[in-house]
């Protein structure tokens, strides 16, 4: 439990310092896909709610909803996976993978 605390203790407790390392380590991975379906300033303005109610409304798709949805999808991946392992439940749904903390097993 010592040798936590004093990892943690190194970790600056100010939220800018750390929302900036997390822009400068995964920013350029996070933004080399992206998805345009050339939605408006005005609908790229709305809340999910709402777009979510207006997709429910209408056959057609509402594009920003779906531009969301792509980045939603793209930040679990990556938050969820790394450079050697595919995301962890991948394997509890499959059963193909060893996840490590589904597995009990420390990596």
Partial sequence: M?????ELAKI?????????GQIDSHGQIYDRVSLNLNATAEDRAKNNETL???QRKYDKPV?????RI????????????????????????????????GGYAFI
Avoid: H, M
Avoid at 12 to 20: D, H, R
């Fill in 2 to 6: 010592k040798q936590i605390q004093k």
């Fill in 12 to 20: 600056p407790a100010n939220y800018k310092v750390l929302l900036q």
């Fill in 52 to 54: 979510l109610e207006e």
């Fill in 63 to 67: 594009t920003v909803l779906w531009e």
């Fill in 70 to 101: 792509f980045d939603a999808g793209r930040y679990y991946f990556f938050s969820s996976s790394s450079e050697l392992t595919p995301p962890d439940l991948l394997g509890i749904w499959t059963g193909n993978c060893n996840a490590g903390w």
